[in-house]
């Protein structure tokens, strides 16, 4: 059964640090890999989408790599502002449908 | 403006009592799916439905009946089986196959 675990649990940085979160999957039989930002009491928000045939994804400040063999992917924020304060989630699809396991999120902080 | 609405975005329930969770969405999309958040944690999927009247049991289905009767709604009935239901309910919809997923803003539920 697929697994996922995110690294840090919780991130505490100060403003303009550029940062990375990271996620590990168990098992590299995926279709997709998704990043979504969850702020307090409301629903997620795709951020980025990476097919198992890519290798990154990039938007505005954020770049997502994906290395499926090792059954990792990071996602890179530059210039952290405290509007990216929020719980950011990885997900991966597996081999029927799009079923999305995820794992338990990282909450970030930026700290003016 | 499309997208996915989950209605009530707060709900009570007595102990013994039924009560729907109601998710509509605009982007016509063919996968539907139903997600469990509880704090802390990641989302668990509790059904999942990738056409029109049919529908799969996820990881955690005890307890909870769904239907998908049209292509822009799926229903969650949370039923008095269900025996832990206070939890962050999310919708989510996909066009299928290895395609980018789209979340509602959620509905809390808790019991009272």
């Known amino acids: 059964k697929q697994e996922v675990t995110q690294i840090p649990a919780a991130l505490s940085v100060p403003e303009g640090e550029n940062l990375v979160l990271n996620c590990s999957f168990t098992?590299?039989?995926?279709?997709?890999l998704q990043w979504f930002r969850q702020d307090p009491g409301k629903g997620l928000t795709s951020l980025l989408l990476i097919q198992s045939s890519q290798r990154e994804q990039t938007s505005g400040r954020l770049n997502a790599s994906l290395d499926k063999s090792s059954g990792r992917s990071t996602l890179y924020i530059a210039a952290s502002q405290p509007g990216d304060s929020a719980t950011y989630l990885c997900a991966v699809s597996g081999n029927a449908g799009n079923m999305l396991t995820f794992g338990g999120g990282t909450r970030l902080m930026v700290k003016p | 403006d499309g997208g996915i609405t989950q209605s009530p975005k707060y709900l009570f329930r007595k102990e013994g009592q039924n009560v729907t969770l109601s998710c509509e969405q605009n982007l016509n999309h063919d996968a539907m799916y139903w997600y469990r958040q509880d704090p802390g944690q990641g989302l668990r999927l509790i059904y999942y439905s990738q056409i029109v009247n049919d529908f799969q049991k996820g990881d955690i289905a005890e307890g909870y009946s769904v239907s998908r009767e049209k292509k822009e709604s799926f229903p969650l009935t949370v039923t008095s089986a269900q025996k832990n239901p206070t939890a962050f309910y999310l919708c989510?919809?996909?066009?299928?196959?290895?395609?980018?997923?789209?979340f509602g803003q959620g509905t809390r539920l808790t019991v009272v």
């Open positions: 989510a919809s996909s066009e299928g196959r290895n395609t980018e997923a789209f």
């Open positions: 098992d590299s039989a995926i279709y997709n």
